[in-house]
């Protein structure tokens, strides 16, 4: 007992422990996500989120130390930001007849989502924190959360509201599209890529091979434009 | 491979450096896409090996945002006192960004393109 204690404080303080728990919590995420047939609500990161915290908050284990680990996971976040250049030249070439629509369409309602964000968190006594963390939520979690940081929120906080976008507009969005009588695939794929980042166009594919193209053309161009002017309109609103 | 792995961490090194002496607001990595989108815009298409080493970083995309994600264990009594504000945030605007861009699509595809392509499988709808 006394050498399981020791051999417990000797690795907890290790990168490998952390760094294993992160891969094994997301792998249970992943098993109970496929187990329910690819539902939204049960998604691999929340699940994997929520073990880890549960974890950590029970043996006393701060922030600083399982990050010590899970930082070898982390890093890669930037590599396969630049990677998504890859996807989404492969689908500009294939929806290349429409962009101009696709356009004026995903700046609208990146626009406005972004807008509608900030005005209800600000009216509703939201501090300023929350509410840099909600201005990027429509798009997907790496560049999302790097846009967070640029302009004062946080990180986590922006990745909790980001996979709670995805899921709601994976959810919701065909049903809102249904009453509003959009029934193009273009015009679906675009609006749900671009309000709901992978987690949307993952559902989108669903619908159609032409609302997957869209919905991940958008994603990608909607992360390239908000991680551009966000920050820049976020410097004149905040003045 | 080794080679297109390089490109990937030399367009993100890229990227933060210019984002660094220019001093503009974006992340280093997201200009590291676009120079990568460059890149790719000279090549005119997508090398193999480089395509396999992009679809094994985004094949498990949402396993690389855990690590930060967790960090909201940092932050527990700021949603305690604003989880009602976050919660109406996230949902309406979701709605909100879903609807406007689904109606101004809808709107222009109709003027844009005269040629939409039809569905190929009549009866299906």
Known sequence: MEQLQKTWVYLSAQPLFHLTLTLAAFQVGLFLYRRSGSFALVNPVLIAVALIVGFLVLTGTDYGTYFQGAQFVHFLLGPATVALAIPIFRQFSRVRHSWKAMLASLVAGSVAASLCAIAIGWAMGAGMATIASLAPKSITTPVAMAVSEQIGGLPSLTSVFVIATGIIGAMAGPWLLDRLGVKDAAARGVAIGTASHGIGAARAIEESEAAGAFAGLAMGVNALLTAILLPLVWVWLTK | ?125
């Open chain 2, 1 to 125: 491979m080794l080679f297109y792995l390089t490109l990937i961490f030399a367009c993100q090194l890229a990227g933060e450096l210019i984002v660094g002496i220019l001093a503009v607001p974006v992340p280093g990595p997201v200009a590291g896409m676009v120079i990568m989108l460059g890149v790719l815009g000279l090549l005119r298409r997508v090398p193999q090996d480089l395509g396999a080493i992009a679809q094994t970083l985004l094949g498990h995309l949402s396993l690389l945002f855990v690590p930060a994600a967790v960090g909201v264990m940092l932050h527990f009594r700021l949603i305690g006192g604003e989880w009602a504000a976050m919660s109406v945030a996230v949902l309406v605007s979701t709605l909100v960004g879903i609807a406007v861009t689904g109606a101004v699509m809808m709107v222009l595809g109709r003027r844009d393109a005269p040629s939409a392509p039809q569905s190929s499988r009549p009866g299906e709808d």
